[in-house]
Antibody, heavy 117, light 110 residues
Framework: EVHLLESGGGLVQPGGSLRLSCAAS????????MSWVRQAPGKGLEWVSA????????FYADSVKGRFTISRDSSKNTLYLQMNSLRAEDTAVYYC??????????WGQGTLVIVSS | QSALTQPASVSGSPGQSIAISCTGT?????????VSWYQQHPGKAPKLMIY???NRPSGVSNRFSGSKSGNTASLTISGLQAEDEADYYC??????????FGTGTKVTVL
């Protein structure tokens, strides 16, 4: 069974950093692109970032470009999202998902990031 | 990149059919066959319902169907059931090599 498990969320001060992880299992990790999507409390979904299956190419929403970095470690079957210069508006549940948003399936259960002083 | 436009809410009685629209531009919905639809129940992760405009993943009921005309895509739910009550989001690939979601639609089963 395909399974994605996010971790690393928590409370961080504005301007701080956090690294999210997404442990993947049940499929050949190196065969799939991976993506991050977030959802602010009570709000809609927002695409954040994606990385190709081989990790060579990365893509970002304008709202996070230059502050967030997506990466993957095939030896650990793990996807990462390094988040720097965090702002209050980055407060959200962050989901990782297999594939691009074109056909993202499945999704993890999400990890909550709160940016507040 | 502006969010795609969806109606805030749509409702229907059990057994009826409803349609949710998703309006974009020639830079996203109108130019690519990469429109997908996601269902999200409260407190749960989203679930893929339709990909590439009209394709259903394995395990998704054939009561869900998708289509596209010009800059507008649509999700139709036929034979509405209580379990279909949820939020629905469309998404599209864009000319900037990014993705954009719709504003979301709350479906209520009366």
């Amino acid at each position: 069974e395909v399974h994605l498990l996010e971790s690393g969320g928590g409370l961080v001060q504005p301007g701080g950093s956090l690294r999210l992880s997404c442990a993947a299992s049940g499929f050949t990790f190196t065969s799939y692109a991976m993506s991050w999507v977030r959802q602010a409390p009570g709000k809609g979904l927002e695409w954040v970032s994606a990385v190709t299956a081989n990790g060579v190419s990365t893509f970002y929403a304008d709202s996070v470009k230059g502050r967030f970095t997506i990466s993957r470690d095939s030896s650990k079957n793990t996807l990462y999202l390094q988040m720097n210069s965090l702002r209050a508006e980055d407060t959200a549940v962050y989901y990782c998902t297999r594939g691009y948003l074109r056909d993202a399936n499945p999704w993890g259960q999400g990890t909550l990031v709160i940016v507040s002083s | 990149q502006s969010a795609l436009t969806q109606p805030a809410s749509v409702s229907g009685s059990p057994g009826q059919s409803i349609a949710i629209s998703c309006t974009g531009t020639s830079s996203d919905v109108g130019s690519y066959e990469y429109v997908s639809w996601y269902q999200q129940h409260p407190g749960k992760a989203p679930k893929l319902m339709i990909y590439d405009v009209s394709n259903r993943p394995s395990g998704v009921s054939n009561r869900f169907s998708g289509s596209k005309s010009g800059n507008t895509a649509s999700l139709t739910i036929s034979g509405l059931q209580a379990e279909d009550e949820a939020d629905y989001y469309c998404s599209s690939y864009t000319s900037s090599s990014t993705y954009v979601f719709g504003t979301g639609t709350k479906v209520t089963v009366l």
